[in-house]
C-alpha cells in the first residue's frame, strides 16, 4: 500500500458496526494508538457478516499504516460481544455457499488480527460469547473485566469451534482446560479458574479500557514494531524443533543486528533519551520472513469468473 491509500483520519472512516478512533481521540489525525470499537450496543454488539468484513478491511489497512504501532479492541456499552447475531442468522452459514467456498466469518477475522503486523490488546470490558471470545484468542494481550462472564457454547448450539479456535485456545490455557470450557459450554465468569492464562490482567470494569489503552501507548513509545511482530511469529509459526528454532532466529538476528531499529535501540540507551523506532514490516523485515508456507485462504473463483477477468 502506498502512503495515499492511507486515510487521513480513521475517525471518518465509514464503518457502519465498528468505529475507529484516535487516541487522543481529540487527534484530527491518525495516531501511534488506534481504538476499534465494536459498534452495535442495541445488539450487545453481535457478530454479523456486515461487522466481519468490516474488521478484516481495518486489521488489514491498520496492519500496513506505518503510523500505526498498536491497537486496542473494545465494545460499546456494557457487553464486549454476544457472541453471532443468531436474530438475524448472519453470524453463521446464512448465504448459500458449498463446503467448498463457504469461509466461517470468525476466522476470516480471526486470520485477519493474526496476519495484523501491529500488537493489538483486547479490552474485554464486559461480557462475551463464542466469537466474543474466539476473535481475541489471535490478540497480543487480553484485559479483562472482572465482573465479565465468558462463554464457548458452541455445543450448546449444534456447531464447533469456530475462528480458528481450536488452534489458538489449548495452545494459550492447555488441553484439559480447553477441553472442559468446550465440553460443557458453559459461562464461566472471567475469575474461574478454567480461564486462568488467557487474560493479563483482570480488572474493575471501569479500568479496563484506560488499562488497555496504557500498554499500548507504553508499546507504541518503546518497542520496535519489526522486533513485536516478528517474535510473535517465533512463537505461533515455530519451526517445530530447537534446532530448527536456533537456524531460524539465527537468521534474523544477524540481520536486525544490522537494521536501523537495532542501531536507534542501542544509541537511546546509551544517550539516556526516549527511544524513536521508525521500522515497520512494510519495509524491514528480514528476508527471511516469512519462513513459513502461506495458504491461500480465499474462496476459489466460481465457474466462469476467471474467463470474466480477461474480458
Known amino acids: 500500500m502506498s502512503a495515499s491509500s492511507f486515510p487521513k483520519s480513521y475517525s471518518q472512516l465509514p464503518f457502519q458496526q465498528i468505529y475507529l ?29 456486515t461487522m466481519g468484513f468490516e474488521l478484516e ?9 506505518p503510523r500505526v504501532k498498536a491497537i486496542v479492541v473494545t465494545g460499546a456499552g456494557k457487553m464486549f460481544c ?50 466474543g471470545v474466539t476473535m481475541t484468542l489471535p490478540m497480543a494481550i487480553r484485559i479483562v473485566s472482572e465482573k465479565a462472564k ?12 469456530e475462528a480458528t479456535s481450536s488452534y489458538f485456545l489449548p495452545r494459550l490455557i492447555g488441553m484439559s482446560r480447553a477441553m472442559h470450557l468446550v465440553t460443557t459450554g458453559a459461562v464461566y465468569p472471567a ?3 478454567l480461564w486462568r492464562e488467557l487474560f493479563s490482567e483482570i480488572l474493575p470494569p471501569e479500568k479496563v479500557l484506560a488499562r ?37 532466529d539465527s ?8 537494521g536501523k531499529d537495532q542501531k536507534e535501540g542501542v544509541a537511546s540507551f546509551l544517550q539516556k533519551r526516549p527511544v524513536q523506532f521508525q521500522g515497520n514490516m512494510n519495509d524491514n523485515a528480514p528476508s527471511v520472513w516469512p519462513w513459513w508456507a502461506t495458504i491461500d485462504t480465499n474462496p476459489p473463483a466460481a465457474a466462469g469468473d476467471d474467463i470474466k477477468s480477461k474480458l
Open 57 to 65: 478491511k481495518a486489521f488489514a489497512l491498520l496492519s500496513h499504516d
Open 251 to 258: 537468521k534474523i538476528l544477524l540481520e536486525l543486528y544490522n
Open 191 to 193: 475469575t474461574d479458574p
Open 21 to 49: 478512533s484516535h487516541f487522543p481521540e481529540s487527534s484530527p489525525t491518525p495516531t501511534p494508538v488506534i481504538l476499534l470499537t465494536l459498534n452495535r450496543p442495541t445488539k450487545n454488539n453481535a457478530f454479523t457478516w
Open 212 to 248: 488497555a489503552l496504557a500498554l499500548a501507548d507504553d508499546i507504541a513509545k518503546n518497542t520496535s514494531n519489526v522486533s513485536t511482530s516478528l517474535m510473535r511469529d517465533l512463537m505461533w509459526r515455530n519451526p517445530g524443533s530447537p534446532e530448527e528454532t536456533h537456524l531460524l
Open 82 to 131: 454476544a457472541g453471532a447475531d443468531l436474530e438475524s442468522g448472519t453470524g453463521f452459514a446464512a448465504r448459500e455457499e458449498s463446503s467448498r467456498t463457504h469461509r466461517d466469518g470468525g476466522g476470516r477475522v480471526a486470520l485477519a488480527i493474526h496476519k495484523c503486523t501491529k500488537p493489538v490488546i483486547a479490552a474485554i470490558n464486559g461480557s462475551a460469547v463464542g466469537v
Open 150 to 161: 465468558l462463554g464457548l457454547v458452541f455445543a450448546r448450539r449444534g456447531i464447533v469451534m
